[in-house]
């Protein structure tokens, strides 16, 4: 799966340092960003901040090696503002009114 992962011409980590890694999963990004490296893209999605990284990734030298790959080589794109989830809210199954309990 890890070369698999390495030769996509674009990999997309959506929601980024949501979750701790394990020792295993440090040593397979580290894998597939050295050998993404300069030949393909990745798109990184976030809301942690890229600050945070580091520790999320944990291992301080796997973490610098990883951030390395990624961070110095990269485009950055800060969106600010307000959630575009809350301003195109639709009903969540909960305020809906619930025909079967409404109408017996």
Request: proline share 4%.
């Amino acid at each position: 799966m890890v070369d698999k992962l390495a030769r996509v011409q674009l990999l997309i980590l959506d929601d980024w340092g949501t979750h701790a890694l394990s020792d295993q999963q440090r040593l397979d990004l580290l894998e597939i960003f050295e050998e993404r490296y300069r030949r393909k893209s990745t798109l990184i999605t976030a809301q942690l901040p890229v600050a945070q990284w580091h520790e999320m990734i944990g291992e301080p030298a796997i973490a610098d090696a990883i951030l390395d790959r990624i961070v110095h080589n990269s485009h950055r794109i800060a969106l600010e503002g307000e959630s575009m989830r809350k301003q195109k809210r639709t009903f969540l199954l909960t305020d809906a009114p619930n025909v079967e309990i409404n109408n017996p």
